[in-house]
């Protein structure tokens, strides 16, 4: 096995015989790799192409802030914004002790959480 414009140095890889195990594949390990195979009777490649998407760990933000004080009978908002994140990350809201959210609560999109009549 060969990696095509770069040597198998990643630890990631492991070449086994004839076959390579790519472990906890990172973006670096992207590309195309050949098989060779030769006897008297002459030579043969392939080849297989890797392609690794990347992944990065959401975070998020609650605006305005995490707590807020209200008058009774108002209405608060929050949103949930998630900064960072690949692919992008979906948002959604449960409530601590993960009871159903209150019939006064409305989801809206962006992240957004209506309560009304508090």
Do not use: H
Not at 14 to 33: E, F, P
Not at 47 to 69: A, M
């Amino acid at each position: 096995w060969t990696k095509v414009g770069e040597d198998l140095s990643s630890p990631s890889i492991v070449v086994s015989g004839t076959t390579i195990i790519v472990r906890n594949a990172a973006v670096a390990d992207r590309g195309m790799y050949l098989c060779s195979a030769e006897n008297p009777g002459g030579s043969a490649r392939a080849s297989s192409i890797l392609e690794v998407e990347p992944r990065e760990v959401p975070t998020i933000d609650i605006f305005p802030e995490e707590s807020q004080t209200i008058t009774t009978g108002s209405s608060v908002l929050f949103q949930c914004r998630a900064m960072t994140g690949i692919p992008t990350p979906k948002t959604t809201w449960t409530r601590e002790d993960r009871r159903p959210i209150a019939q006064n609560a409305e989801l809206l999109s962006g992240g957004v959480l209506r309560i009304t009549r508090v």
